[in-house]
């Protein structure tokens, strides 16, 4: 039976157990339950702290699990990314009041503030810069330069609205670009987990049924090779003759923000009745 990690609260808690329920597995409505069996799909999931999942998966102890990359490489566990998941995106950044800093460089010698601080002196040893201390706080990391507890900050930027609010200004190149991941364990000697390739392809399909929609439409036979040139498919259209033996109907996946910019495209083209629908679930 394939052991899961899921965050049990936080940012990354209610996609995290959204896309499972869509991978077709049973999912927990009281969040109090902390181990969930699902005997149908073979799995059992636990719902941890997002921050212990790596170190959880790492040493074996469950086989997979969903966290942060961010988390996970400031865990220091030998759990490795097996799936990027597309979201909790953000970027990890320094900050510091307006006009202090502009570079790595400029955290020489000064206090840094973090959740992350093995990712933070990793990234400044990496870096050749040595600051004068790292201070590793929970949360509202923000507020310590304000407090004197420290003159950088390094924390988790989305919008930016939480570092305005605290009269912060972000510098230097993102530390880290993070999204959610799934992770396995890192020793391969110990053997891929059963189950985690159907764990895999289920929420593969789940996430290309979100960005793809499928394209439907008609076009003249001259004109097949222009519109499939603009629409290549994930892998090759499919392409029918019509009753009318001039004509040719395409019916291909196209990423979903993509969707108009390519309608456009093919009418230029000729197309014509060009018909779009959602994939409700697929396996790629
Ligand atoms: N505002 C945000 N936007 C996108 N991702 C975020 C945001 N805040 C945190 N994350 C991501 O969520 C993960 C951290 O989850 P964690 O549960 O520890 O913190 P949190 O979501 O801030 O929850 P809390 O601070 O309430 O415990 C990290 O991967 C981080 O990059
Ligand atoms: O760039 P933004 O869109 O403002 O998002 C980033 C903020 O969101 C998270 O904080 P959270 O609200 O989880 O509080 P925390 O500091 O207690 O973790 C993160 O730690 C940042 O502070
Ligand atoms: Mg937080």
Not at 57 to 81: K, M, Q, Y
Not at 150 to 168: K, Q
Not at 240 to 248: I, K, T
């Amino acid at each position: 039976m394939l052991r899961i990690a899921v965050p049990n609260k936080g940012s990354l808690s209610e996609p995290a157990v959204e896309l499972l329920r869509e991978a077709g597995y049973r999912q927990r409505r009281d969040s109090r339950e902390l181990v969930l069996p699902d005997p149908d799909n073979d799995v059992e999931f636990f719902f941890l702290r997002p921050r212990d999942i790596a170190v959880y998966v790492g040493s074996g102890t469950v086989d997979a699990g969903i966290t942060g990359r961010d988390l996970l490489l400031d865990s220091g566990s030998p759990a490795v990314e097996h799936l990027p998941l597309g979201f909790a995106r953000s970027t990890f950044r320094f900050a510091t009041t307006a006009g202090q800093a502009t570079s790595v460089q400029d955290v020489e010698g000064r206090r840094v503030a973090t959740s992350y601080p093995v990712l933070v002196a990793a990234h400044l040893r990496e870096q050749g810069v040595t600051p004068a201390g790292v201070v590793r706080l929970d949360g509202a990391v923000e507020t310590a330069i304000r407090l004197g507890v420290a003159d950088v900050i390094a924390d988790v930027v989305e919008t930016g609205s939480t570092l305005r609010a605290a009269g912060l200004e972000v510098f230097a190149d993102p530390i880290l670009r993070s999204e959610a991941v799934l992770v396995r364990r890192g020793d391969e000697g110990a053997g891929v987990p059963a189950g985690l390739d159907v764990l895999t392809r289920r929420i593969q399909g789940v996430l290309t049924a979100r960005e793809y929609v499928l394209m439907d439409y008609d076009v003249p036979q001259d004109l097949v090779d222009a519109a499939v040139a603009v629409t290549p498919g994930f892998e090759s259209p499919t392409v029918s003759p019509l009753h009318d033996g001039g004509w040719a109907a395409v019916r291909v996946m196209v990423p979903r923000r993509e969707t108009n910019r390519i309608m456009d495209a093919l009418y230029d083209i000729g197309a014509r009745a060009i018909l779009v629908t959602s994939i409700h679930a697929c396996r790629v």
